[in-house]
T-cell receptor
Framework: AQTVTQSQPEMSVQEAETVTLSCTYD???????LFWYKQPPSRQMILVIR??????QNATENRFSVNFQKAAKSFSLKISDSQLGDAAMYFC????????????FGTGTRLTVIP | DAGITQSPRYKITETGRQVTLMCHQT?????MFWYRQDLGHGLRLIYY???????DKGEVPDGYVVSRSKTENFPLTLESATRSQTSVYFC?????????????FGQGTRLTVV
């Protein structure tokens, strides 16, 4: 079974600084997708960024980027120029490339942004 | 409105009662899912459906029942609610294959069983 591990239950960052959230996963498959979801206090699950395992290039979305290390099964999220609105719970998630579309989630990292 | 909606947003029920959480999506996505979110566990899959009339168990299906008679609806029923089913429940939908890998989530239902 796929497992996703987020070893940092809580992180904090100063506004305008950079923070990196860690995620590792375990799989025997070669085709899969990885995601970071943001959950603000509103509870809404918001997709931040996705990475296809077959792509070597790390995904980037504005201030958000990932460091995808396939051999190490590591998928960290870097948030640059942190803003107060980035404060939220962040979940790393895995999806198989074939078969059922369900996501396997990590336990989450709560990010606090300090003004 | 287009999207995926859950109802109710909040629900308090008593132990032993049956309760149904509703989920409706307007995109005609073939896949629909129910997850529960608990502290220390992240989101865990309860049941999913690949199409109308096709459902399958996820990681934590005990005590839950689902049905999918129409593509757009995927209700989740707790047949006899227990305190351990106090949680936040999320419905989600997606399309199969690699063209669009994103799952879209409803706003969640906070269920309290007293």
């Amino acid at each position: 079974a796929q497992t996703v591990t987020q070893s940092q239950p809580e992180m904090s960052v100063q506004e305008a600084e950079t923070v990196t959230l860690s995620c590792t996963y375990d799989t025997s498959e070669s085709d899969y997708y990885l995601f970071w979801y943001k959950q603000p206090p509103s509870r809404q699950m918001i997709l931040v960024i996705r990475q296809e395992a077959y792509k070597q290039q790390n995904a980037t979305e504005n201030r958000f980027s990932v460091n995808f290390q396939k051999a190490a099964k590591s998928f960290s999220l870097k948030i640059s120029d942190s803003q107060l609105g980035d404060a939220a719970m962040y979940f790393c998630a895995y999806r198989r490339g074939t078969g059922a579309n369900n996501l396997f989630f990590g336990t989450g990292t709560r990010l606090t942004v300090i003004p | 409105d287009a999207g995926i909606t859950q109802s109710p947003r909040y629900k308090i029920t008593e132990t032993g009662r049956q309760v149904t959480l509703m989920c409706h999506q307007t995109w005609s996505h073939s896949y629909m899912f129910w997850y529960r979110q608990d502290l220390g566990h992240g989101l865990r899959l309860i049941y999913y459906s690949a199409a109308a009339d096709i459902t399958d168990k996820g990681e934590v299906p005990d005590g839950y029942v689902v049905s999918r008679s129409k593509t757009e609806n995927f209700p989740l029923t707790l047949e006899s609610a227990t305190r351990s089913q106090t949680s936040v429940y999320f419905c989600a939908s997606s399309v199969p294959g690699a063209l669009n890998t994103e799952a879209f989530f409803g706003q969640g239902t906070r269920l309290t069983v007293v």
